[in-house]
């Protein structure tokens, strides 16, 4: 592999397909779809190969570029001329590439599901992740958003006097919250306690782990409120958020076949 190839790394989320493109080493495109859109925009060209019709989509208007693949659908949904990544292997990867570093504890909190991935001496030695529902999720939050009538970007402010919220379910959440309403309990509260709940899901994933650098990635890492709660009662020396991060498994996507054996 010669590095002034070109490659795109794509993350087959839930919520949102992400891709970039990097040329020797950095990024020239970045760009996110909705993920029904995205796949709307798909042909099977072959049985069980996919390939993207819609050239205002990236590997498409460049389709003799390597794709490599992670998130949910690699498995499932493979694309022509690609290979397929672990989901850890790709965002820690992704994380090193944004950082520089070598050691630190990465949390992934995504639409649907949330990742603690440890990583020292650039591998990743152990990790855990929710998979098997939407609480403590991007979803979860966007529920109660909608509940409360506010933006995910407004609620995302919010982190003094929460209020106690036992249901972190995407679904159940909902009736609770409505009752707190009802209670009177401020709008402010509420906000704080919602995201103080998702805290309360990942709390037992990161006392797993120890480490002075915590990396928060995925869409939730952009919840100002949630990088407070973590800075506050897990108390690392360095809390960082990527740039980018919704971005770091796509990233990790393209670095890893940049840098394949």
């Known amino acids: 592999m010669e590095a002034h190839e070109l490659v795109w790394g794509m993350d087959l989320g839930s919520r949102e397909v992400k891709i970039v493109l990097l040329e020797n080493g950095d990024i020239r495109q ?3 779809h909705e993920t029904i859109a995205f796949y709307r925009a798909c042909r099977q060209v072959d049985p069980g190969k996919l390939r993207i019709m819609d050239e205002t989509i990236g590997p498409a208007q460049n389709p003799c570029y390597p794709v490599v693949t992670t998130g949910y659908g690699r ?3 493979t694309f022509e001329n690609s290979h397929q990544i672990p989901e850890i292997m790709a965002h820690a990867l992704g994380a090193r590439y944004l950082t520089g570093l070598s050691d630190f504890l990465l949390v992934d909190i ?3 599901d949330s990742k603690v991935v440890l990583v020292e001496n650039g591998k990743v030695v152990d990790f855990i992740m929710n998979d098997k529902c939407a ?4 979803r979860y939050l966007e529920n109660m958003a909608r509940v409360l009538g506010f933006s995910v970007e407004e ?3 919010y982190y003094r006097d929460p209020v106690e919220l036992d249901s972190t ?3 159940f959440g909902e009736s609770e919250l409505i009752g707190k309403l009802v209670e009177g309990v401020p709008l402010p509260s509420l906000c ?4 103080f709940s998702v805290f309360r899901r990942i709390a037992p994933m990161l006392s797993r782990f120890s480490s002075e650098i915590v990396v928060l990635s995925g869409g939730v890492s952009r919840n100002e409120a949630i990088q407070h709660i973590i800075r506050e009662n897990c108390k690392p020396r360095q809390v960082l958020v990527l740039p980018h991060g919704q971005f770091a498994g796509a990233i990790g996507c393209a670095h890893w076949y940049t840098h394949r054996v």
């Open 192 to 195: 704080a306690g919602v995201n």
């Open 169 to 171: 379910c995407a679904i």
């Open 155 to 157: 609620l995302g402010r």
């Open 135 to 138: 609480a403590s999720s991007g």
């Open 75 to 77: 498995n499932s949904l």
């Open 30 to 32: 970045m760009e996110s």
């Open 110 to 112: 995504g639409g649907q």
